[in-house]
């Protein structure tokens, strides 16, 4: 009786020690899914300029994305709001309404958003790997992370921004 009773004092000392490593005040450690959408509404809020928890995953494909996003912020805050550009659900921005730009501004406006999604694709397949999905199971996990972050980034973004829903159609917000 006296060893049950020791196993199961271990056994509760174990449990909250685990339960106490869950999160610090740097840092809230998550699985699976819902650390996709703490770490979405974080890092969104980061990039738009917002106060913002630290993230909760880290790493060179997470934090450098993250860098040139919101180095390359000020170029693509002003087009978003001027409705050139628009956010898609799957976490991209598209080009929304060229309107009558040359054809040089035209090119440097395709490669300003291909050199922004390029990131975003760079941040979501690292964001699923660090969520336990890489190799095997990334094909299957990669699409959730993309629908999550498209969420975040258009439920922050200001009223007046336009979006595209999985349809293809474009709704002002």
């Known amino acids: 009786m006296r060893g049950f009773r020791i196993l199961a004092l271990l056994a509760s000392i174990a449990a909250a020690s685990l339960a106490g490593c ?19 509404e974080r890092f969104v809020a980061d990039v738009y300029g917002h106060v913002a928890d630290p993230l909760p995953y880290g790493g060179l494909d997470i934090d450098g994305p993250l860098a040139s996003m919101k180095a390359r912020w000020p170029d693509l805050k002003p087009l978003l709001e001027a409705g050139i550009l628009g956010l898609t659900d799957d976490g991209e921005i ?11 501004e035209v090119k440097q406006l395709r490669r300003l958003v291909r050199a922004e999604n390029r990131d975003r694709h760079v941040l979501y397949r690292a964001m699923t790997a660090a ?7 990334l094909s299957l996990m990669i699409g959730h992370t993309e629908d999550t972050f498209g969420h975040e980034w258009i439920t922050q973004a200001p009223k007046g921004w ?12």
Do not use: L
């Open 162 to 173: 336009w979006a595209q829903d999985h349809t293809g159609r474009w709704v002002q917000k």
């Open 94 to 104: 598209a080009i929304h309404e060229i309107g009558t730009r040359s054809r040089g």
């Open 131 to 137: 969520i336990g999905h890489g190799d095997d199971t």
């Open 22 to 40: 869950e999160s610090t005040p740097e840092r809230v450690f998550t699985y699976g899914a819902k650390g996709t959408v703490i770490q979405a």
